[in-house]
């Protein structure tokens, strides 16, 4: 079994910045994939950020420029750095990450950008 704790979410005025975290612990063994996603009210849950084992890392569009992925493989943390944030990007912010055989999500942070 994997847990994954987030913290960092929070109220934010437009074109400020968040810094999200998200540490795992258990059983992490082939460890395919390790990222964030969101969900917007009404909406599907999105890619944001993700570090693949083939050393790439994924940035979906509307955040390109603007948010940094970064990981800590001895503390088995990711991080999200998040700025020049907008009111579209409001959402509850989800960690993942993805095993050989399974995946496991985070419980959820909210992000709130008022503006």
């Known amino acids: 079994q994997v847990q994954l704790v987030e913290s960092g979410g929070g109220l934010v005025q437009a074109g400020g910045s968040l810094r999200l975290s998200c540490s795992a612990s258990?059983?992490?063994?082939?460890?395919?994939?390790m990222g964030w996603y969101r969900q917007a009210p009404g909406k599907q849950r999105e890619l944001v950020a993700l570090f693949t084992n083939d050393g790439r890392t994924n940035y979906a569009d509307s955040v390109k420029g603007r948010f940094t992925i970064s990981k800590d493989d001895a503390k088995n943390t990711v991080y999200l750095q998040m700025n020049s944030l907008k009111p579209d990007d409001t959402a509850v912010y989800y960690c993942y990450i993805r095993l050989l055989v399974s995946t496991y999500w985070g419980q959820g942070t909210q992000v709130t950008v008022s503006s």
């Open positions: 258990g059983n992490i063994f082939s460890l395919n994939a």
